[in-house]
């Protein structure tokens, strides 16, 4: 398993990240838990889920309740979309009891077209006291803008990461954007890495994206098989030539 720095937030993760949201698919929580386990053991460390998804979360807690010992070398990240320091501080609340910690690596607000503003009374306030105090470790945002993500650049706030869909079938201009955070030091966080399932390549997929060093795939997993093709093709990537870019171009020329 391969290791990337997020960024400024300096967390050592696997370039392979568990999508943890879809653990609440899963057939039961047994079969979640083994799944964690067996991701663990075969080196994720990145573990992302929200506080919307809340059987997901309680699943992933109910791992690392049964195996304490994994919390102290794993990175969980988990989001909301609070506007206001008392729904911010009762969001968190609320993972640190489903995921049966008491403290969360790395949370991440979520936004559509806007960073978090004056009027959202003493959120970013809330934030920061949070990660003083040591309930978060790190944080960040959670956009599918574009506009959003740019903004972040020049913002005092000094956001760790970015989460932000990212796979083969985006265009240059979102693989410019995750240059543009690597100058910057923040953290890139790729969601929907086969963009929502329309993707199907897996291979061509992981491949893609492990082009970009600093990038950090969160692949949702629902079943057994799916996290054993996941693992596979990490460990076994496909060779980066002209045939695999001709193969790419085909499936974006289908798409778009």
Aim: with cysteine; aromatic share 10%; charged share 25%.
């Amino acid at each position: 398993m391969d290791y990337v720095v997020l960024g400024k937030s300096n967390l050592l993760v696997s370039r392979t990240g568990f999508g943890a949201a879809s653990l609440g698919k899963a057939e039961n929580q047994e079969i979640a838990i083994k799944m964690v386990k067996k991701a663990y053991e075969e080196g994720i460390n990145f573990f992302d889920t929200s506080k919307s998804e809340v059987e997901s979360s309680k699943r992933l807690g109910a791992a690392i309740a049964e195996f304490p010992a994994m919390r102290k070398n794993i990175f969980i990240a988990a989001k909301s979309s609070a506007h206001s320091a008392d729904e911010l501080a009762e969001d968190i609340d609320t993972c640190l009891s489903n995921l049966q910690t008491d403290y969360i690596d790395l949370f991440q607000l979520v936004r559509t077209n806007f960073l978090p503003g004056n009027e959202e009374i003493g959120l970013v306030e809330k934030l920061l006291n949070l990660k003083t105090t040591g309930v978060i470790k790190h944080y960040g945002i959670s956009t599918d803008s574009i506009e959003t993500a740019l903004s972040m650049l020049t913002s005092e706030v000094g956001w760790e990461t970015l989460q932000f869909p990212f796979n083969m079938l985006c265009g240059k201009e979102t693989e410019q954007l995750t240059q543009e955070f690597f100058k910057a030091d923040i953290g890139f966080i790729a969601s929907r890495p086969l963009c929502g399932g329309v993707v199907t390549n897996l291979p061509l997929a992981l491949g893609y994206l492990q082009q970009f060093d600093n990038v950090v795939p969160v692949w949702g997993v629902q079943t057994e098989d799916e996290l054993q093709q996941i693992l596979y093709f990490t460990q076994n990537p496909p060779n980066i030539d002209e045939k695999f870019n001709e193969e790419v171009e085909k499936i974006r020329q289908f798409f778009n």
